[in-house]
């Protein structure tokens, strides 16, 4: 199977990669078990080194990172350098963090001995990631694993090979000894063996609902952890006492970012009826208004969508809304010309069973729906079975702490745009998946949370519970 390096914006086929064959693998696996018996005995503080140092690397060469995620799949270089520059902040943080996050929890102190809880690494954790945000999401699963003590194992989607080989060689060159993160250029028909392997101890997937399904089955079927971080369908909702122009600006760049190629772009932009008009109107004229193109030019806002296949699912799912009836505002009709560009579209008059209301649309289109008041709007939003991230936009304080409490999401964001942050939990209820990433919660989903429990030791001498 040949591993293919396609530029979207060109349609040109820019480098070939062979597979790993079954003996790499086998050498890969062997050299993640050697790696995590050496790397999850260093002291933590060796370990967050590391990570400090990919961290500025990661800044040092945002540039050249930056071209690559966009050469692969046609992020704006200018968004692609400020993955680059997350992706430092992310490592910065466990770096800064992780000594704190993994230091064991006295439960109880007695002369004679000591409760405590503490944190240990399990193993070779493998990773499947997909295309979109090609270096933020490994970073996200890879940097709190490390610093756990764990070691890495990638599968990162087929369209990015370079920017997965970037990412192993960045680890290397921070420090990490051989092993302790390694990519699998291998298709998905390989992970289930993988997940089957003893020598794999947990795995942790970014992607589609079917994805998951499967990864977790597989994962289940062998008794291992999992965390899935799954499709959205994000409601934006607009109330009546919302600044207006605050919330058409938002709105846009929740709509479009990624060229509106993210799970937790907004999707279904849910208004109230008393503003609905005027959102409309200025939200369709600056839909219309943005720059699509050349993503390696700086001045572009929306560029080409990562795989023609992508390109003619979005496509499908716009013209099977309006055969069901909704109404076409802008867009909604594929460019002429080389590479896979998609107008920014907006859709209204929504039915409640076309694929804009049902489905994760994955790219620049935006469906909108006029509500009564809050009541329907919450109860809108949350009918879907995605639960991954949820906007609102008001000025009435009661109203924004009932929305904060009814949306069923995993994160709720009030007056702005939902975005992942390394020092919050990420992840989603629902058919968004289970498990988080991030923030402390994130570094302890592949730890095991021991108890320890010393009695009838002498008052010298006394170990604390090993890190």
Known sequence: MAIETVNPATGERVRTFESDSPTAIE??????????????????????????????????????FGRLMTLEMGKPIAAAEQEADKCASGCRYYAEHGEEFLRPEIVAETPDGRDAIAFEPLGAVLAVMPWNFPFWQVIRFAAPALVAGNVGLLKHASNVPQCALAIEDLFRRAGA??????????????????????????????GSEAAGRSIGAAAGA????????????????????ADLDQAVATAVKARVVNSGQSCIAAKRFIVADAIYDRFVERFVAAMAALRVGDPMDRQ??????????????????VDRSVAAGARLLTGGRRLAGPGNFYPPTVLSQVPAAAPAAREEVFGPVAAVFRVAGPDEAIALANATHFGLGAAAFTRDRAEAERLARELEAGSVFVNGMVASDARFPFGGVKRSGHGRELARFGLHEFVNIKTVRMTGLPSEGRTSPRR
């Open 27 to 64: 050498e890969k696996l062997a050299r993640a078990t050697s790696a995590f018996a050496n790397w999850s005995r260093r002291p933590v503080a060796e370990r967050t080194a590391v990570v400090g140092r990919a961290a500025e690397i990661l800044e040092t060469e945002r540039e050249t």
């Open 177 to 206: 000894p051989a092993g302790a993160f390694q990519t699998l250029l291998i298709g998905s028909d390989s992970v289930g063996a993988l997940i089957a392997d003893d020598r794999v101890a947990a795995v942790t997937v970014t």
């Open 222 to 241: 062998h008794l291992k952890k999992s965390v899935l971080e799954l499709g959205g369908s994000d409601p934006f909702l607009v109330l009546a006492s």
């Open 300 to 317: 572009t806002e929306v560029g080409p969508l990562a795989t023609v296949a992508i390109l003619e699912e979005v496509a499908a799912q």
